[in-house]
């Protein structure tokens, strides 16, 4: 069965504290790993997408990377506006996307 | 920017009511999408349709039903309410071939008291 695994689950971070956010997967031929931020209240919000290993894409402070196993969202010299619930998600066998439960990241000033 | 939308944004409403969540989109995708989500939880797929008068179900087991008849609209409802339905209701769509690279409506926060 695809499975999507993200740690940590929470996050709380300074102002300017880098650090890396982990995706694990197991899925059978990946068709794309993607990410999402979704602020409280609202739907989530496309990020990225990653096809194959080795891959890297940038926007603003975020950087994802992805392995044979899993991704990393890098998010360098946070701001408090980064401050949200990252969602990485992968497409099932049929039809649609699985996602993981998240990681919540708090980044105080 | 993401041209879908869901209405109501927030719903409190009595155990039996019947009641219609709606999401329409303006991007002309083929491809849409109802999913569940619990706080702290993931995005559970509930429901998902490919084109006019094509709907499936997800993964999750739902008591709710979808119509689509036209491609830029895709109801969700409950016939009945229950306190067990209280939860967000997301609404996504996607072009063919877009990899499923999926466009999310802002929710729906149902309560059912």
């Known amino acids: 069965e695809d499975q999507v695994t993200q740690s940590p689950e929470a996050l709380r971070l300074q102002e300017g504290e880098s650090s890396s956010l982990n995706c694990s997967y197991t899925v059978s031929g990946l068709r794309g790993l993607f990410w999402y931020r979704q602020d409280p209240g609202k739907g989530p919000e496309f990020l990225f997408t990653?096809?194959?290993a080795g891959e890297e894409k940038e926007k603003e402070r975020l950087k994802a990377t992805l392995t044979k196993k899993e991704s990393f969202l890098h998010i360098t010299a946070p701001k408090p506006e980064d401050s949200a619930t990252y969602l990485c998600a992968v497409p099932n066998s049929g039809y649609a996307l699985n996602f993981g439960k998240g990681t919540s990241l708090l980044v105080t000033p | 920017e993401a041209d879908i939308y869901q209405t109501p944004r927030y719903l409190v409403i009595g155990t039996g009511k019947k009641i219609t969540l709606e999401c329409s989109q303006t991007?002309?995708?083929?491809?849409m999408y109802w999913y569940q989500q619990d706080p702290g939880m993931e995005l559970h797929l509930i429901h998902y349709?490919?084109?006019?008068?094509?709907?499936e179900k997800g993964d999750l087991s739902s008591e709710s039903t979808v119509s689509r008849i036209r491609t830029e609209h895709f109801p969700l409802t409950l016939e009945s309410a229950r306190p067990s339905h209280t939860s967000q209701y997301l609404c996504?769509?996607?072009?063919?071939?877009?990899?499923?690279?999926?466009?999310f409506g802002s929710g729906t926060q149902l309560s059912v008291l």
């Open positions: 349709s490919y084109g006019v008068n094509s709907t």
């Open positions: 990653l096809y194959s």
């Open positions: 991007m002309g995708h083929d491809k």
């Open positions: 996504a769509s996607s072009n063919r071939g877009s990899n499923e690279k999926l466009f």
